[in-house]
T-cell receptor, first 112, second 114 residues
Framework: AQSVTQLDSHVSVSEGTPVLLRCNYSSSYSPSLFWYVQHPNKGLQLLLKYTSAATLVKGINGFEAEFKKSETSFHLTKPSAHMSDAAEYFCVVSDIAGKSTFGDGTTLTVKP | DAGVIQSPRHEVTEMGQEVTLRCKPISGHDYLFWYRQTMMRGLELLIYFNNNVPIDDSGMPEDRFSAKMPNASFSTLKIQPSEPRDSAVYFC????????????FGNGTRLTVT
């Protein structure tokens, strides 16, 4: 069995300040982990994925995430928020059969 | 690569009517998923297919919902009869075999049942 917990349902930051979106997971084996972003009225878009090659994963738009096995975490960060980053973010764990478990999502608000 | 294509983008119908949502996955992908997204329940997996065969339909809310995948390039999700509580955004996604393959989502169909 696998599960995902996104620790914050809403995060608000000012433009130019760092972003931290937190995600914890549980899995009975070495998981594949993903972050997706959803802008209003759009489908989900892949930001980045962890597949055991490296613990620090770089994605699109300046985002990155660090896999910490000891903490079962996969937090998403960005050094400097941009207004266009305002969206909903989903942390996802995938099993070997390709079935994905989604977190409940974190809504990121960026203030000017 | 055109991505996952869903149609229609918006559907407004009256309670009791049949609704059919369509999806064309990315060519070569062997998994196809149908999700439903609402404010109250978030993103829910309804059903998924592997090589056109339904693998897990435990997320389908009730018998009013049915899904088919007659070939590798087309799938439908049908609701008959539709009810107001079915109003949601329905997403189709596809991927390749392998646990490190990401999902590729369509832009969704926004269904409103009045």
């Amino acid at each position: 069995a696998q599960s995902v917990t996104q620790l914050d349902s809403h995060v608000s930051v000012s433009e130019g300040t760092p972003v931290l979106l937190r995600c914890n997971y549980s899995s009975s084996y070495s998981p594949s982990l993903f972050w997706y972003v959803q802008h209003p009225n759009k489908g989900l878009q892949l930001l980045l994925k962890y597949t055991s090659a490296a613990t620090l994963v770089k994605g699109i738009n300046g985002f990155e995430a660090e896999f910490k096995k000891s903490e079962t975490s996969f937090h998403l960060t960005k050094p400097s928020a941009h207004m266009s980053d305002a969206a909903e973010y989903f942390c996802v764990v995938s099993d070997i059969a390709g079935k994905s478990t989604f977190g409940d999502g974190t809504t990121l608000t960026v203030k000017p | 690569d055109a991505g996952v294509i869903q149609s229609p983008r918006h559907e407004v119908t009256e309670m009791g009517q049949e609704v059919t949502l369509r999806c064309k996955p990315i060519s070569g992908h062997d998994y196809l998923f149908w999700y439903r997204q609402t404010m109250m329940r978030g993103l829910e997996l309804l059903i998924y297919f592997n090589n056109n065969v339904p693998i897990d339909d435990s997320g389908m809310p009730e018998d009013r919902f049915s899904a088919k995948m007659p070939n590798a390039s087309f799938s439908t999700l049908k609701i008959q009869p539709s009810e107001p509580r079915d109003s949601a955004v329905y997403f189709c996604a596809s991927t390749l075999t392998g646990d490190n393959s990401p999902l590729h989502f369509g832009n969704g169909t926004r269904l409103t049942v009045t």
